[in-house]
Structure formats: structure tokens, C-alpha cells
């Protein structure tokens, strides 16, 4: 497994950092079984820390897009902080940069959810 998460919870929002890579689907199930419980539970705000996740692909992406929708059909909305590296590049690259809302740190990506729309 190529992946490791630490989840902190704020309420109402809930943050998962990332640790890793992201290149198959084994390396997300654990986490998206996670997530998923989480969002049963009414933590729908979600903000994933991606500091130190250093990979990603299709696989990846398609996690992150599973569970953007996710949130955004049962009202809430998904958050990724601290991008960069080659995930940033992946994300530029196939204009995911303008699907999701990064934010450069995670206190802001907490605040997002905090601040009136």
C-alpha cells in the first residue's frame, strides 16, 4: 500500500492528509471506505491535505472526482489544500484545477466552509 492518511475533525468539516502515492486502486480503498463512512455520518465538508501526497493518476483522479460528487450531491463540497509537485502538474495539466477549489493551506480550506457564500 502506497498510500497513508491521518484524519482530523473540525467541526463540521473533516480533514484528511494525504501521505503517499496514488497510482493504483488498491492504494484508495481503504481511505474512499473511509471517506464514504464519514460522509454517512453528515461529514460532507470535506478538505484533503495533499502536502505530502508526491503522486498521482487516473486512479487517483477518479477517487477525487468520485467523492466530489459525492459531496456535492448531499450538499457539502470537497477542498484540496496544499497541492503541489507532480499532483499540482497532474492537476494543471488535465484542467482539474478549475473542477476543484484549492486552497493553499489547510486552516484556509477549513475557512472556506466557515465563510458565508
Do not use: W
Not at 20 to 38: A, P, S
Amino acid at each position: 500500500m502506497n498510500l497513508t492518511y491521518d484524519i482530523s475533525i473540525h467541526d463540521p468539516v473533516i480533514v484528511y492528509t494525504l501521505k503517499g502515492k496514488i497510482t493504483t486502486d488498491d492504494d484508495y480503498l481503504g481511505l474512499e471506505k473511509e471517506v464514504f463512512n464519514h460522509l454517512n455520518q453528515n461529514y460532507y465538508r470535506i478538505v484533503f491535505n495533499l502536502t505530502e501526497l508526491t503522486h498521482t493518476n487516473s486512479s487517483g483522479i477518479g477517487f477525487f472526482m468520485r467523492t466530489l460528487t459525492k459531496t456535492r450531491i448531499m450538499g457539502g463540497d470537497l477542498v484540496l489544500t496544499n497541492i503541489s509537485g507532480n499532483v499540482e502538474k497532474i492537476f494543471e495539466i488535465a484542467k482539474l484545477t478549475e473542477v476543484y477549489t484549492i486552497c493553499d493551506n489547510e486552516t484556509a480550506g477549513i475557512q472556506y466552509f466557515n465563510t458565508p457564500k
